[in-house]
């Protein structure tokens, strides 16, 4: 069968490389990295996500939608002139095995586009807990699923927070795209968390109460698209999976996306228009978020949901702070409390006590 | 897994036995205390059969009595399909209307069946003896019933597709007013026996009568022939030809779910019933709740899944069933004898990829088996969904409607950071090239993919795609995002759904 040729705007002249998963057209490889890129910039544009003059900080995990996200801003940038600029935060968990060699990538892809890189340690902010020490001390509760990934992405958004006020930047980029954003409204359903059903769906927050504007560029774009865009640029970054992923819930949820695109390619992009459009009650909505009186840090409780957390690990009740009836928080160490005087700018490095 | 709100882990696969020992003989009802339990249900609770009875129906009486919809005379439609959660509910309303006076139910309800059996792939004889076991059942219940086949959909007139404005909803004190005006009548009555009274507020006697007079019979095409109204077996035809242009399950799925809720629609009004009950229990809406957010219908989740939909306006389609998980029903039509019949849908006996339905089903039972709180979550999250207008626009007629699902539309144009203006630009990304190779089945543009007859005309023409395709793009223009997805997947050929619509 002969390989069909370019749909794109190159009119044919080459043969086509790839067919795009949502609509199914045929395109070449250079046809196809520019719809990619010229994708994004809309995304961008759109949105009015990132101003020119923006001091942008990447969440780098060397892994391919960070990679690929880097990559295009870069990109992006040097052609279209938007004055970014741009710096890598990279956070590590502590995963033995698997962050060490992820950040190695990810030093070689600073080194590579000379963009600077700030590494940012849990062990460092978080008085020495490392992912590898939670998921020990939170197995000790027999019967019961670890939570791991509850405790990462907490503390990762923390740490990626702190990483961008130390670099001085206005605006926090992630690399989540359209299927992560499928995989969360559909897990968000399953586990009936009606404020984050009513948070999310737009184009990233704000920024209210000190915290960083955070917006997702890759967004609109598909899981495949990116990994081809990344081989077609021989993008050079870290493939595998973490240590914890085949306990995290969220592998149940991926499966279920991965068997729904084959029934119909579009369903990823249908639910993320579904997640836009959730009409909930206005008593499910979250409160308008205050400070964390311990950290300072965006918090719509008394305790911000990294405070809180590593409060349950502090006291050796792992789950104190999942889920709901927060008894016992805050009771101990107010006196210690140091929410500083300018709201939203927490405290250096290492100031999160653990006591 | 992480529930939020509850301090639920989840036990590991291996641990699914409840905690408590298992001490036999000696376990009690946890109601009555003194039974022995014969089934448990939700997550541990054990009844006996009379308090089992007694908690379903309580449920079901309660579902309507806290939302007050139904009003004392009013006629009520009941779609049955046959299967166990809607024979259920015909059954409860029998149960109530049979009760004594004080706590009967007062509405007069009427059966409608829809026979599906032409697009399930059922042949006319084994069509013929299923609406026969169908009318036993239905002469033994004894209210008017209506049989109308799938096919009859050609014979709707279009004022279907066209909400009919309720005006301004009646509050709390208007149902209140209306139950103490009918509960006065009704002692009137009761002191004055002779007829001649309103007819607006029906007494019981008054209802038992109506039910005997009304014929149980009532073919509904006899009544609405429009124009060209096609005799049976070309129906049959056009409606086969129809679902089989249709190139997915899941389109095909939700095709026969809009046609159905046509024809009951239509079935309703023209025989005056105000209000439609329909049998979805717990578990069935969860599945219907998360297939719904993969079709693109985030924003009428409220509608599709919650307890009263009044999108048509005079029609209001009704869920009493919501809350009875499918255990529960099946327990309690074993156990109470209520008489069911199977029938074949369209999608029985097709493989778990096939479509969306069958996907979010299997995934949705397989994750309850693991986790098992996982449907009343869902319920529960639904119960938050409330139908808000977009964007905080003022309701009402002035929003325009999609076409097909009735639904006030949910896409903006003008607004491109989303989902939708994503995948728009994609196409436009996508123009098939001027060159004369032949164009691949790019984007959403139909003509290139329909049959060879186009295919020429799409290589030599170059004009502008939208003048060939004009009578497609307006229809097309009219509808919600996810019945355009849809309409994706049904051919422009020859029995397109415009055409039985407009």
Redesign the interface.
């Given at each position: 069968m002969p390989v069909?040729?370019c749909?794109?705007?190159c009119?044919?002249v080459r043969p086509?490389a790839l067919r795009?998963p949502?609509?199914?057209?045929?395109?070449c490889r250079s046809c196809f990295c520019n719809?990619f890129e010229?994708?994004v910039l809309?995304?961008l544009q759109?949105?009015r996500l990132l101003p020119p003059g923006a001091i942008v900080a990447v969440g780098a995990s060397g892994g391919k939608d960070s990679t690929v996200l880097a990559h295009v801003l870069r990109a992006l940038d040097a052609r279209h002139g938007l004055e970014l600029d741009l710096r890598l935060v990279a956070v590590d968990e502590g995963i033995g095995g698997y962050r060490d060699a992820a950040l190695a990538a990810v030093r070689r892809q600073a080194a590579r586009w000379q963009l600077p890189l700030t590494v940012v340690a849990y062990a460092d902010l978080f008085g020495g807990w490392t992912m590898d020490e939670v998921a020990r001390r939170a197995a000790q509760e027999p019967?019961?699923?670890r939570?791991c990934?509850?405790f990462c992405g907490v503390l990762r958004r923390r740490a990626l927070e702190e990483g961008a006020q130390r670099v001085r930047a206005t605006h926090i980029v992630t690399g989540h795209n359209?299927d992560d954003m499928a995989e969360t409204?559909?897990m968000n359903?399953?586990?009936?968390?009606?404020?984050?059903?009513a948070r999310g769906g737009t184009?990233g927050s704000p920024g209210e109460g000190g915290a960083l504007p955070r917006c997702r560029p890759l967004q609109?774009a598909s899981q495949k698209e990116i990994v081809l865009y990344a081989h077609f640029q021989e993008l050079d970054y870290f493939s595998e999976e973490c240590v914890y992923a085949p306990e995290a819930?969220r592998g149940?949820v991926r499966d279920?996306l991965k068997?729904?695109e084959?029934?119909?390619p579009?369903?990823v992009?249908?639910?993320?228009?579904?997640?836009?459009?959730?009409?909930?009650?206005p008593?499910?909505r979250p409160p308008p978020p205050g400070a964390c009186t311990r950290c300072g840090a965006l918090a719509s409780r008394s305790l911000c949901q990294a405070c809180a957390l590593l409060d349950g690990l502090n006291r050796g009740r792992p789950?104190l702070a999942?889920?709901?009836?927060r008894k016992g928080l805050g009771e101990e160490g107010e006196e210690q409390s140091c929410a500083s005087k300018d709201r939203g700018r927490p405290i250096r490095a290492g100031a999160i006590q653990a006591f | 897994m992480c529930q939020v709100g509850e301090d639920y882990g989840g036990p590991g696969p291996a641990e699914l036995q409840p905690k408590l020992s298992w001490r036999g003989c000696e376990q009690k009802c946890m109601k009555c205390k003194e039974g022995l339990p014969v089934l448990i249900i939700r997550a541990g609770d054990a009844f006996c059969k009379d308090c089992f009875k007694a908690y379903y129906i309580h449920k079901f009486r309660a579902m309507l009595g806290k939302n007050r919809l139904i009003f004392p005379g009013e006629k009520v439609l009941l779609a049955w399909s046959g299967g166990p959660s809607s024979s259920s509910m015909i059954w409860q309303v029998q149960e109530g209307l049979s009760r004594e006076s004080a706590k009967r139910l007062r509405f007069v309800p009427g059966i409608v069946y829809i026979d599906e059996g032409v697009v399930c792939g059922q042949s006319p004889e084994e069509r013929a003896k299923t609406v026969t076991e169908m009318k036993l059942i239905l002469q033994t219940v004894g209210f008017p019933y209506h049989i109308v086949s799938l096919e009859e959909v050609f014979n709707l007139p279009t004022s279907v597709l066209q909400p009919v404005s309720q005006g301004p909803r009646g509050s709390e004190n208007t149902y209140k007013e209306a139950v103490d005006g009918f509960i006065q009548q009704q002692q009137q009555q009761q002191r004055v026996p002779e007829e001649g009274g309103r007819e607006a507020v029906l007494s019981d006697e008054q209802i038992q009568e109506k039910l005997r007079q009304l014929s149980t019979q009532d073919p509904v095409g006899q009544e609405e022939v429009t124009g060209d109204s096609l005799p049976r077996p070309a129906q049959i035809m056009a409606l086969m030809t129809l679902f089989s242009s249709v190139k997915t399950l899941t389109a095909r799925e939700e095709l026969l779910q809009t046609l159905r809720a046509h024809l009951i629609l239509h079935v309703a009004r023209v025989q005056g019933y105000s209000k439609v009950m329909l049998g979805d229990s717990c578990t069935r809406l969860a599945i219907k709740l998360m297939t719904n957010l993969a079709l693109g219908r985030g924003a009428f989740l409220a509608w599709d899944t919650g307890f009263s939909d009044d999108r048509h306006g005079d029609v209001v389609m009704l869920r009493p069933m919501r809350d009875y998980t499918l255990k529960e029903i099946a327990f309690y039509n074993r156990m109470f004898g209520v008489p069911s019949v199977f029938t074949p849908a369209i999608d029985t006996k097709a493989p778990e990829k096939a479509s969306i339905h069958r996907l979010m089903e299997s995934f949705i039972l397989r994750l309850q088996a693991q986790f098992p709180s996982t449907i009343s979550t869902v319920y529960r999250t639904s119960e938050k969904l409330v139908k808000a207008p977009r964007n905080g626009d003022a309701a009402g007629a002035a929003t325009a409607r999609c076409l097909l699902c009735m639904c006030a539309l949910d896409i903006d144009s003008a607004d491109s950071a989303t989902a939708f203006g994503a995948q728009t630009l994609e196409h436009l990304a996508q123009k098939p090239s001027p060159a004369p190779a032949p164009p691949t089945g790019a984007s959403g543009r139909p003509c290139c993919a329909q049959g060879t007859r186009l295919q020429q005309d799409c290589c030599r023409d170059t004009r502008p795609l939208s003048e060939r395709e004009e009578p497609r793009a307006s229809f097309i223009e009219q509808l919600c995002y996810s019945c355009r997805v849809n309409m994706k997947d049904v051919g422009l050929g020859e029995a397109g759904d415009p055409r039985i619509l407009v």
């Open positions: 069909p040729r749909s794109g705007p009119g044919g086509a795009r949502r609509t199914g057209g045929a395109v719809a010229a994708e809309t995304t759109t949105g019967g019961r699923a939570a990934c509850t359209a409204v559909l359903f399953l586990r009936g968390d009606s404020g984050r059903l184009l609109f819930f149940h279920l068997a729904l084959a029934a119909r579009s369903v992009l249908d639910l993320v228009h579904s997640a836009e459009r959730l009409a909930l009650a008593a499910a789950r999942i889920g709901k009836g | -």
